[in-house]
């Protein structure tokens, strides 16, 4: 050891090998210790109180009321009416231009729902038109590859059967359309978009609308509904607050292809013609009094002021020949000179072949009506039996 360090007292850090530190240095540290001590200071008993506080549980749930006797009586509605649904898939048949091929594509999908306990389910024709194949699948999630058993363009019905066996679906509680007023609550229930055993509920809007479908058929005494109905809904069932059938969803009124809260349905009562005979016969045979005559002529009448159905010829046997109804004739000019003028049928006033037909339609072969005609400017009233057309 020198002199120096003896006589000072103290000892040189650069000879012990000891770093030095900066004035600069010193005063971060320092900073940065008040600072640490300081944010401790501040959140330390926030920090304590949470590190030490009770686990968040969930909210207590709140106990629910009865279900308002409206709510229960719509449950109970749909459950027991659910199983009695059916969505139908179909596919057809296109054309491969390149082979020359029958390629088999999906079509689309719809609704339908069981008739009996023999398998046969009724939707829409239009869901299963030009079909090469139609696929059923219950609510229980079994599915059954289905036959077309017969149709009815003119009120959009076509029927079909499933091999379900004993052990099917019940089929729908039937009511009648008869009775329906405006305001009468109604159930919709089907597969709107796919999307499986759809409830929406509504009103009776308004009844005997018609609706002129593709190909010039027009469906008439249909009953309207606000009832959501989407694509996918049709040949589904539109049921009353008993459970009952009352009708067949068949088109919706919307710019947009989706629901306006204006829906079409075919009433039971003509369900109720219309089905037995297509099972029965493959088709539906509408009723008549065999009357031959042409729209186009009784709007030339109408023109001239003469309103009803020119009667052009009777068919042989029928029972518009055995009531003796006299047909028009024809100039030798092309003038058609009236004979007989259907004017009403059963108090019913007639317009025109429309109003005809509907009239009839309501009718059961082997009915008797009261026939009203116009004769050389005298009105008469003839008794006939409606026929079934051939």
Do not use: C
Not at 35 to 57: D, V
Not at 111 to 119: E, I, K, R, T
Request: hydrophobic share 45%; glycine share 12%.
């Amino acid at each position: 050891m020198n002199g120096r360090a003896a006589v000072d007292g103290a000892v040189d850090r650069s000879e012990v090998g000891m770093p030095r530190r900066s004035v600069t240095a010193n005063a971060v540290i320092a900073g940065v210790a008040a600072f640490s001590f300081a944010l401790g200071w501040r959140i330390a008993p926030e920090a304590g109180a949470a590190w030490f506080a009770p686990a968040p549980e969930p909210r207590e749930v709140v106990a629910r009321p009865p279900l308002p006797a409206k709510e229960a009586s719509v449950i109970d509605v749909f459950e027991a009416s659910r199983d009695s649904v059916v969505a139908i898939s179909v596919a057809g048949q296109v054309m491969n231009p390149w082979t020359r091929s029958a390629v088999e594509v999906p079509r689309g999908s719809g609704s339908g729902f069981v008739w009996d306990g023999a398998g046969h389910v009724v939707t829409n024709f239009h869901v299963v038109r030009d079909a090469s194949r139609a696929q059923v699948t219950l609510a229980d999630g079994r599915s059954f590859p289905a036959e077309l058993v017969g149709s009815d363009p003119s009120h959009d019905l076509a029927v079909l059967k499933i091999p379900v066996g004993p052990d099917g679906p019940s089929p729908l509680p039937l009511g009648t359309s008869a009775d329906l007023r405006v305001g009468q609550a109604v159930l919709a229930i089907g597969n709107p978009f796919g999307l499986d055993w759809t409830l929406t509920t509504g009103i009776v809007s308004a009844l005997d609308r018609e609706l002129n479908e593709p190909g010039g058929v027009r469906i008439e005494g249909l009953i309207q509904t606000d009832a959501a109905i989407n694509p996918g809904n049709s040949g589904g069932p539109l049921i009353d607050s008993a459970g009952r059938l009352i009708g067949v969803n068949t088109a919706i009124y919307s710019p947009s292809g989706s629901n306006a809260g204006i829906g079409f349905a075919v009433p039971v009562d003509v369900l109720n013609r219309v089905v037995p005979q297509i099972i029965a016969n493959g088709r539906y045979v509408p009723p008549g009094l065999g009357i031959v005559e042409d729209e186009r002529v009784n709007a030339l009448a109408r023109r001239s002021g003469l309103e009803g159905v020119l009667v052009l010829g009777t068919e042989p046997g029928s029972p518009a020949e055995k009531a003796g109804l006299r047909p028009a004739t024809r100039t030798r000019d092309g003038r058609i000179v009236p004979g007989d003028v259907v004017t009403a049928v059963a108090g019913e006033p007639v317009g025109g072949s429309a109003d005809l037909n509907r009239i009839l339609d309501a009718r059961q072969p082997g009915d008797e009506v009261e026939v009203e005609i116009l004769r050389d400017g005298r009105r008469m009233v003839l008794n006939m039996t409606v026929m079934a057309r051939a």
